[in-house]
């Protein structure tokens, strides 16, 4: 064996040698969890310690997220409930003959966004069954 392969050798036998044993990660593992289980709001394997909940916790700090973006959606979007509809509302909405309760269901899979039939040659073949069933929905409430 070459003294260069002998060296390489020796420094990853010594590393190998440095690193603790799976068994003995395995037992520090257990030792963290049992100790510091109550302290973190968890209770221990053996079922000992109180469980409280930090006021920090990824779950408070989530709902706490989530609500404040509702809260500011909903107060840039409040002022516009009174108002008409705008631009293509009109001819997506109140234009639209498959909004209209008298319509057939049949026809939202048949037709447009805007209404008109998909072979039409004035059809903008722009196809959202769903978005038009639920303007429908909501002009019949």
């Known amino acids: 064996m070459a003294p260069r392969q002998r060296t ?3 420094k990853l036998h010594q590393r190998e040698a440095s690193r603790p044993s799976s068994s003995h990660k395995r037992a520090n593992a257990k030792s963290l969890d049992s100790s510091n289980g109550a302290s973190l709001g968890h209770r221990s394997r053996n079922g000992v310690g109180e469980h409280t909940a930090s006021p920090f916790s990824p779950t408070r700090c989530n709902l706490l997220m989530y609500s404040s973006i509702f809260v500011l959606a909903m107060v840039c979007y409040v002022n516009t409930l009174g108002y008409d509809l705008v631009h293509d509302d009109v001819f997506a909405i109140q234009n639209n003959r498959d909004v209209r309760p008298g319509t057939p ?5 048949w037709d447009d966004f805007w ?19 639920s303007f429908r929905y909501y002009a019949c409430t």
């Open 8 to 10: 390489v050798n020796k």
């Open 105 to 109: 269901l049949r026809n939202l899979l």
């Open 115 to 133: 209404g008109k039939p998909m072979n039409d040659n004035s059809s903008h073949k722009s196809y959202r069954p769903l978005c038009v069933l």
